[in-house]
């Protein structure tokens, strides 16, 4: 049967198309994703995944999973997963489907941010962050004008106001088929009754140690009373976490905005010399965000738009890229690396000069998304000579008109796709736990531009557009993205981790999978290449030839060998004869506890 499928995979991608090859060859690949006849859950932690897809055997839609999963991260991936940050969510649901106690949502009138899209609905959310309002500019400039990196990362002041309790809620009320009470039992059953420890997990916590010990509330939480690290397959029990989780599930978001929790977080702060204040949290918005859109190679792309950097930056490149045949110069060759990088270092510094928060500072938006800007930008683009970050650093751009967060992907029965990717900015963020209440602050005000050119966790040198000011969100590089076909069906859900190489990751599974005919779990696989700009280097991953690193160097790249890049949990829908038929899910190779679980055989 295997052989049968071999050779007619062979023999066909003598004769096809790219997108069919992509299909007709899938057997013959190294990798492959996991197959569902039902729905599809893939993230970062096993455990989490399996809620998810627990949560659509029950009867709910991908948006109920997602949301599940993301509880259920907040309790098993206490590094990225959070009470305590924000981040982004793209979904699209049918207008009807198989999903049948889910009618409430296909009543409602959808919000003025959906566009509609095939035979459904798509939406984004934003649930970012907010720097307090008492934040100003210069937060973490020492008197000498230098940047403290301490305060930018490991301080109270480094904390934005959470938004993934708001936005979790909000998605789950208005999209989901199912009660919140049912949607985060998982969580608080994970929460209250622990959990086996990973090795990934007791390594992670182990590193961690300096930081979180700095804190005695998050010394309790997160190790055993004689202060020493839980070990592979011990239960870490969290029941602070689950009681503010029960909090949540009983009262909405008002238990964290309002209520029980915002006092606790308000009198951490009053007390440590933070700035969020019960105003701060009261005032907390996240608002539905109509989703960046283009066409690519006949899909359709939607994805996240600013204060997400990384939508934006990923359709510029994709569109920079399109014509460009970079299926002939080959996967990960040379010339393909080449062009890459070449677009890559264009678009990062429109994202670092242009891009912020859409609600306080205007960005030439339309033009960077233009056709005209694309072909404009592919003329900058020398075919095989490196233009150094100083020698773009020097052109301008376009005038200004007036290691550790967590991507999940989930498709249901129904074909409905839900991306997103959530953060405490760095590993546990600031390392801070609020006192009774069992969860981690994030330092998300890192993501600003503490000082303009002065390099961030990521490296970013930003500009003034990304300035701190009270209520203004961080610029992001989360880059939550959803594909379709032409017809405006849905074909895949994809994002990842990885700071400033979110952006670049995503852009190469959608290359690899939409361009190179892979599958979407050798798509995932293949080894990653990132540029920002700065620093004027290419970051690889092992598995880039040692002649093509010569290749490049004789273009005028320079080459460093990183850690491997992202955690790109992701998963498609394919098409029988007429409709749907079968789902995958794709978990990232490059974290140990992440998972893929389908709902049904
Ligand atoms: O929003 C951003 O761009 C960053 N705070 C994301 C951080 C991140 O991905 C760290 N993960 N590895």
Not at 450 to 467: D, F, I
Request: proline share 7%.
């Amino acid at each position: 049967m295997l052989h049968h499928r071999l050779l007619t995979g062979f023999a066909a991608a003598l004769f096809v198309s790219p997108v069919h090859a992509n299909v007709l060859q899938e057997q013959a690949q190294r990798f492959h994703p996991i197959e569902s006849g039902g729905g599809m859950v893939a993230a970062q932690e096993a455990r989490a995944a399996a809620v998810g897809a627990e949560i659509l055997r029950r009867g709910g839609n991908a948006v109920d999973a997602a949301v599940a999963t993301s509880f259920a991260l907040a309790v098993t991936l206490p590094q990225a997963g959070n009470l305590g940050g924000g981040g982004f969510l793209v979904l699209w649901l049918p207008r009807s489907g198989r999903i049948s106690t889910c009618r409430a949502a296909a009543r409602s009138t959808p919000p003025a941010e959906a566009i509609a899209l095939g035979r459904g609905e798509a939406v984004a959310l934003n649930f970012r962050e907010t720097a307090p309002l008492a934040a100003r500019a210069d937060l973490f400039l020492n008197p000498d004008g230098s940047v403290n990196r301490e305060r930018a990362l490991r301080s109270l002041l480094s904390a934005g106001v959470p938004g993934t309790v708001a936005g979790l809620t909000q998605v789950q009320a208005r999209y989901g088929c199912l009660p919140l009470r049912v949607v985060m039992h998982p969580a608080i059953t994970l929460a209250q009754q622990g959990f086996p420890v990973g090795a990934e997990l007791s390594a992670s916590l182990k590193a961690a140690a300096p930081l979180l010990k700095a804190d005695p509330t998050s010394a309790r939480q997160f190790y055993r009373p004689d202060g020493s690290t839980y070990g592979p397959g011990d239960i870490f029990r969290q029941p602070q976490l689950a009681a503010s989780l029960r909090c949540i599930a009983d009262a909405g978001a008002d238990c964290f905005y309002r209520g029980r929790l915002a006092r606790q977080l308000a009198v951490l702060m009053a007390r440590g010399g933070g700035l969020i204040t019960a105003a701060d949290l009261a005032a907390y918005r996240a608002p539905w965000a109509r989703p960046l859109q283009t066409s690519f190679r006949g899909h359709v792309v939607l994805t996240m738009p600013p204060p997400s950097g990384g939508g934006a930056t990923l359709l510029q490149l994709l569109k920079v890229l399109e014509p460009f045949d970079l299926a002939s110069t080959g996967l990960n060759s040379a010339a393909t690396i080449h062009t890459m990088v070449e677009a890559m270092n264009l678009a990062y510094r429109d994202r670092n000069r242009l891009l912020g928060d859409p609600d306080q500072v205007s960005m030439p938006l339309d033009r960077l998304l233009s056709d005209p800007y694309a072909v404009e930008q592919r003329r900058r683009i020398h075919p095989d000579r490196h233009r150094s970050a100083a020698e773009l650093e020097a052109e301008p751009s376009p005038a200004l008109e007036g290691t550790n967060t967590t991507h999940l992907s989930v498709v249901d029965r129904d074909g409905g796709l839900v991306a997103t990717t959530t953060t405490l900015n760095t590993a546990y963020g600031n390392g801070i736990t609020v006192p009774g209440a069992g969860f981690l602050l994030n330092n998300e005000m890192d993501d600003f531009t503490a000082k303009p050119g002065a390099p961030n966790a990521y490296g970013l040198r930003q500009g003034e557009q990304n300035a701190i000011a009270p209520g203004r969100r961080p610029l992001s590089s989360m880059t939550p993205t959803l594909v379709f076909r032409a017809d405006g069906s849905p074909l895949l859900a994809t994002g990842s981790p990885g700071g400033s190489r979110i952006i670049t990751t995503v852009l190469q599974v959608l290359l690899n999978r939409l361009v190179h005919g892979l599958n979407l779990a050798a798509a995932v696989a293949a080894p990653r290449i990132h540029s920002q700009l700065w620093p004027d280097q290419i970051s690889t991953e092992q598995g880039i030839s040692p002649d093509t690193v010569r290749l490049l160097e004789h273009r005028g790249h320079r080459l460093q060998l990183a850690p491997a890049m992202g955690s790109a949990n992701s998963v498609e829908v394919r098409y029988g004869t007429g409709a749907w038929s079968r789902t995958l899910g794709v978990a990232d190779p490059r974290r140990l506890d992440s998972a893929a679980v389908a709902e049904s055989p």
